[in-house]
Every structure is written in C-alpha cells, then in structure tokens.
C-alpha cells in the first residue's frame, strides 16, 4: 500500500476489520525469536499475528495442513525480514513523515469515506483497534512511499507506448470500458476470542431475511452494521476494479442496481452488500485524463516492482539468522 499503493486496496472496511489487528494472540503464544536482522528481531508471536491477518484476507487459505502452514509462515516471515529492511534504510536515509502529514491523511480518509472522528472511534473500537494504530500504519505507509521516491524515482518513466499498449485490447490490454460500482455495505464482524462465529451468522441471516422481506437496507445497516459507513446507511461510494476485496467482487457478480447479495463470509465477519448504481464508461485511449490515469497506474506497478526488486539486494548485503 502506502502513498503509491491505495489504502483502500481491500477497502477501508478491510483495514479496519483487519489491517491492524493481531494482538490478541500474543498473551497465549510461547514466544521466541525467529529471525534476526541486522540485530532487529521478529518474534513468533509477530509472525502468527501477521499469518491471522493474511488469512482474514485470503479466506480460501488453509492453515489447518501443517505442511500448508509451514509454507506460509516461511512466506510471511519473508515478508517481514523485508519491512524491517526497508524501514532500516528509511532511519539511514532520515526518511521523515511529520504528524502534520499522517494527520492530513486520516482527515482525507475519512472524508473519502463519510466519517467523523467519532465514527471512525467507534468503528476501530467494535474490532478492537484504536485511532493511535491507524495512524501509525499511516505513517509507515508513507515513509515507505517516499523511501520508494528517493531510491529511484528517477529512474522509473512510462512511455506513451507503454500507455497505448495497457489501452490496446489487441495487444493484450484491457477491455475498452471502465466500470465503477457504487455500494453499501452491512458489515458484522466477529471475535473469535468472545464470540461464536455461528452466533454472528445467525443475526446476518436474520437481518437478511428483514431486507428480503422490505425492511430498508439504509436502516438496517444503521442498527447491525459495524462497518465504517454504517451510520451513512453502509454506502461505501463508487468503487474501482483494484479497490474491490475479491469476495466482495464475487458477492455483486450479476447483481442489478438495487439488488442485495446473499450473506458472504469475509474478512473477520459477515458482509451484506447492496449495488446502489454502476457507472460504466467507454474508454478513450486519447483522452489526456484516461492517459493520465493509466500512466499513473503504470507507474506504481513498476516502483513497486522495483521496490521488491531492491530490497532483496538489502536482503543480500545484510546480516539475517531465521530460526523458524
């Protein structure tokens, strides 16, 4: 993610269902060391919080095979040992985000998603989180953002080519129409820890059942739903292709604007979804907007590209002891 990857990849609903949770797991984890790098440690316990989280968004992993298991853990701890490269080498470069900034971010976030600083409490409060970790990951967001800009800026530039290729179906580019989705969502999240997830099905389905039966979707997100936007009535605005949380892609599949979707199990919870409207575009490959997007699309998928790239040649240069 970060200031070149959208925070609402997943949505914002996803972040804040399940971006930063994890906590909960360490009072009963046998903690240890597993990996040491550059003598900053990761702990079990951190690997565990973060193998939880990437589960909540890939529901169709499964951690019940121990071999499976195995194979993500090495995966996400992977993963890990990068971050703390990288945020090694945001400290070495004096890569500084004022609290100003993160503060000016949190304000568009919740403007984005018709919230105040009340609702958004509320909000993390029901999933167990506070407003002090959003806007933490906020920061290393950023930091991550702009260490990207310095390394090599430079030395990323997207051609017209480029450009006419990504809007040429002939040569393998996308359709010649964009199309946004505008949806409300119902959003029951669960606890594991202190609730049973067959508990929080049931209420789904029975404020399903209400909605089937002309109960206003509106009022019913209002009352159930723990969602972000639950007290604009779930309405979570036009999203995008890349902004969609693959289950919630799959729920709104042939659904026409007005109709609700079954209830569909996802991150940390229950979903009911409504698709208020479609806006569907044809695409201009000269338009200067279209281009402009495109090419700024481009854009982060390269210095993302090159951002793994490059850290894997911080990861050759640096001391690291995994003992997973």
Do not use: C
């Amino acid at each position: 993610m970060g200031i070149l990857r959208k925070i609402a990849i997943l949505t914002v609903l996803a972040i804040v269902i399940g971006l930063l949770a994890g906590t909960a797991a360490r009072a009963e984890t046998v903690d240890r060391i597993v990996a040491n790098v550059n003598g900053e440690i990761i702990l079990y316990s951190d690997l565990q919080d973060q193998l939880k989280l990437m589960a909540k968004y890939a529901p169709n992993v499964d951690l019940s095979d121990p071999a499976n298991r195995s194979k993500m853990e090495r995966e996400v701890l992977g993963q890990m040992i990068h971050e703390k490269l990288a945020e090694a080498e945001a400290k070495r470069l004096n890569v500084v985000v004022a609290k100003a900034e993160v503060e000016s971010a949190l304000a568009r976030m919740m403007e984005e998603n018709h919230m105040n600083m009340a609702q958004l409490e509320a909000s993390l409060k029901a999933n167990g989180q506070t407003v002090d970790k959003l806007r933490e990951q906020i920061k290393k967001d950023m930091e991550r953002g702009r260490l990207m800009e310095r390394a090599f800026k430079s030395k990323v530039l997207i051609t017209d080519k480029q450009v006419d290729d990504y809007l040429s179906v002939d040569k393998g580019g996308p359709a010649t129409t964009s199309q946004k989705v505008h949806l409300a969502l119902i959003v029951l999240p669960f606890d594991p820890k202190t609730e049973k997830r067959e508990a929080v099905e049931k209420t789904g389905r029975e404020v399903l059942d209400k909605i089937k039966k002309g109960a206003d979707f509106q009022s019913m997100a209002k009352q159930y739903s723990k969602g972000v936007a639950a007290q604009t009535g779930g309405d979570v605005g036009f999203l995008g292709p890349e902004e969609l949380a693959p289950f919630i892609a799959k729920a709104i599949t042939g659904l026409r604007p007005g109709e609700v979707s079954d209830l569909v199990q996802g991150p940390g919870g229950y979903y009911i979804i409504k698709l208020l409207d479609l806006d569907t575009k044809i695409l201009n490959p000269s338009d200067p907007a279209t281009r402009e997007r495109v090419r700024k699309y481009l854009y982060e998928q390269e210095m993302n590209r090159k951002f793994d790239e490059w850290v894997r040649g911080l990861e050759e240069k640096a001391f690291i002891q995994i003992s997973l």
